[in-house]
């Protein structure tokens, strides 16, 4: 019992010491940012930020919520930086897939078209927050008059917004036509080939349907691959429908539902570096859940059966060497999404970043992770931080390794729910 107890006893006093150890790295190395107004010209206190993204070909930016208005006008700031400082030309948006890679190459690049498509075809998390206005609205469309305009990209297999719901089924039917698929000479093609395409979503009303669109979409994705190649567009998004026929099935557990998409927005990511922009340097927009990574070592065991997109991409897809990845927290304030409640978020832990950053006095910061990992690259240091805001273990304040789940954190003082946007 006494060496027992003398175990739990040092094994505290480790804890603790290695506690200590990341507040003073975050105390010697954080780096205040003067503010995050997306429309400076002035990026010098954003240059540390730079520094650690150093060479990475993919930099991912999280947030505590779809509804994080400041977490989106600083992240505005930092896609400008990104783009005109450190050569990133494509923001991939946390979008429909389909949508905002075929539909995108389609529109003329007039202000007002851009304008009216963003609206229509990002989540209105965003394209209906006035915190992204200045970002979407007026600077996306103002590089198409400079020689590095800033191109669009979604990674969400969700397919579901305008363009898509306007046109993906027509424009896949004309394709499988023109090829003479097989699929094409079903009796039941115009019956119920093409309305479960034009319908997906409707297995989230009725699973029965899970089956048989199930098998509709596989089966064109396996024709598809034959004849065009397994990266070609259109065996991708096929690809993407029967994804979503798994996740709109209710099937399995919220890990189990959120690793099938997650899973394939990395494919997704993945497929835009290699195939859609080989030579373009990529900014992802998305939540800091989906961004993290390190998975299967949390403290909370039902967290450790999840597979994010950050995960799959820099772990199983070995992207790890190219990515940066930026979680976002703030030490208080009101969250809530457009269309929600607002509701307070929780007080940090004392032993929290955010609590370390508030003390010094500081709005806005920044910490990069990647540093006191190759200080200390064994160290498996345990501390608080608010991945999120409600729910799950990234929403509100929990114990884990944060320095290997994000390779650093923009730390802003006070959260506030979205305003809505006028109509575009």
């Known amino acids: 019992m006494k060496i027992w107890c003398t175990v739990l006893f040092l094994l505290a006093g480790a804890r603790m010491a290695g506690t200590q150890d990341m507040e003073q790295y975050v105390a010697r190395q954080m780096v205040p940012i003067a503010h995050i107004h997306p429309d400076s010209v002035d990026f010098s206190d954003l240059e540390a930020l730079g520094r650690a993204i150093g060479d990475a070909k993919v930099v991912m930016l999280g947030e505590q919520d779809h509804g994080d208005a400041p977490a989106f006008v600083a992240k505005s700031r930092i896609v400008r930086y990104l783009h005109e400082k450190k050569g990133f030309n494509v923001l991939a948006m946390e979008s429909d897939f389909w949508g905002l890679n075929y539909g995108w190459q389609q529109i003329p690049k007039d202000t007002n078209r851009i304008k009216t498509f963003l609206a229509e075809n990002i989540f209105g998390y965003w394209s209906a927050c006035t915190a992204c206005d200045p970002l979407l609205y007026r600077y996306?469309?103002?590089?198409?008059?400079?020689?590095?305009?800033?191109?669009?990209?979604?990674?969400?297999?969700?397919?579901?917004?305008?363009?898509?719901?306007?046109?993906?089924?027509?424009?896949?039917?004309?394709?499988?036509?023109?090829?003479?698929?097989?699929?094409?000479?079903?009796?039941?093609?115009?019956?119920?080939?093409?309305?479960?395409?034009?319908?997906?979503?409707?297995?989230?009303?009725?699973?029965?349907?899970?089956?048989?669109?199930?098998?509709?979409?596989?089966?064109?994705?396996?024709?598809?691959?034959?004849?065009?190649?397994?990266?070609?567009?259109?065996?991708?998004?096929?690809?993407?429908?029967?994804?979503?026929?798994?996740?709109?099935?209710?099937?399995?557990?919220?890990?189990?539902?959120?690793?099938?998409?997650?899973?394939?927005?990395?494919?997704?990511?993945?497929?835009?570096?290699?195939?859609?922009?080989?030579?373009?340097?990529?900014?992802?927009?998305?939540?800091n859940y989906h961004v993290s990574k390190y998975a299967g070592h949390y403290p909370e065991d039902f967290m450790n059966e999840a597979r994010t997109l950050g995960e799959v991409f820099t772990n199983e897809l070995q992207w790890a060497g190219d990515t940066y990845i930026l979680g976002f927290t703030s030490y208080r304030g009101t969250a809530g999404r457009l269309n929600t409640k607002p509701y307070k978020i929780d007080k940090p832990k004392k032993e929290s970043l955010e609590n370390w950053i508030f003390q010094t006095g500081k709005p806005y910061a920044f910490v990069d992770f990647k540093a006191f990992n190759r200080e200390n690259p064994s160290a498996e240091t345990p501390f608080y931080l608010s991945g999120g805001v409600k729910g799950n273990l990234y929403h509100g304040s929990h114990r884990a390794v944060w320095n290997k789940i994000f390779d650093g954190v923009f730390y802003l003082e006070e959260i506030s729910p979205c305003v809505p946007t006028a109509a575009k």
């Open 140 to 287: 996306i469309p103002s590089t198409f008059s400079t020689e590095h305009p800033l191109q669009l990209a979604g990674i969400d297999n969700q397919v579901l917004l305008a363009y898509s719901a306007k046109y993906l089924a027509s424009t896949l039917d004309s394709v499988m036509r023109q090829l003479d698929l097989p699929m094409v000479h079903r009796p039941d093609y115009t019956e119920t080939v093409i309305p479960a395409v034009h319908k997906w979503y409707n297995i989230r009303k009725d699973t029965a349907l899970f089956q048989p669109y199930h098998a509709i979409f596989s089966e064109i994705t396996r024709q598809l691959a034959a004849r065009l190649g397994p990266d070609h567009l259109w065996a991708m998004t096929a690809r993407n429908l029967v994804v979503m026929a798994e996740e709109y099935s209710g099937r399995g557990d919220y890990y189990v539902r959120n690793n099938t998409r997650d899973r394939q927005m990395a494919f997704n990511l993945d497929w835009i570096k290699k195939v859609l922009y080989p030579n373009e340097k990529i900014i992802v927009w998305a939540h």
